[in-house]
């Protein structure tokens, strides 16, 4: 069985920063493609941010390139996520994912395994 579990969000005033951690257990982390969604109340849950098995490659949505930095630590089995220059409408319920396949994603229908979600709020 393959458990997620989201830690780092919190409250933060717009300009601030945060980071989001992923623990990964049950199987190889290594073996994972990863991934980082969002859910806003009241919409669908976007793509963040992904990254591929070695770390080298990233993806990002469009609104947080620059900002956000996706990595990974293999042996600690951890993903993570650097939130800089946070911004109001970041705030949502951040959640990774793991994809088995290998391959980074950017649809959420293409991901096996998800943790609980972590919530971020940015004040203005």
């Known amino acids: 069985q393959v458990q997620l579990v989201e830690s780092g969000g919190g409250l933060v005033q717009a300009g601030g920063s945060l980071r989001l951690s992923c623990v990964v257990s049950g199987r190889s982390f290594s073996s994972y493609a990863m991934g980082w969604f969002r859910q806003a109340p009241g919409k669908e849950r976007e793509f963040v941010a992904c990254i591929t098995l070695t770390g080298v490659g990233t993806y990002y949505t469009t609104s947080v390139k620059g900002r956000f930095t996706i990595s990974r630590d293999n042996a600690k089995s951890t993903l993570y996520l650097e939130m800089n220059s946070l911004k109001p409408e970041d705030t949502a319920v951040y959640y990774c994912?793991?994809?088995?396949?290998?391959?980074?994603?950017?649809?959420?229908?293409?991901?096996?395994?998800w943790g609980q979600g972590t919530q971020v709020t940015v004040s203005s």
């Open positions: 994912a793991a994809e088995i396949g290998g391959l980074p994603r950017m649809t959420r229908d293409e991901y096996d395994y």
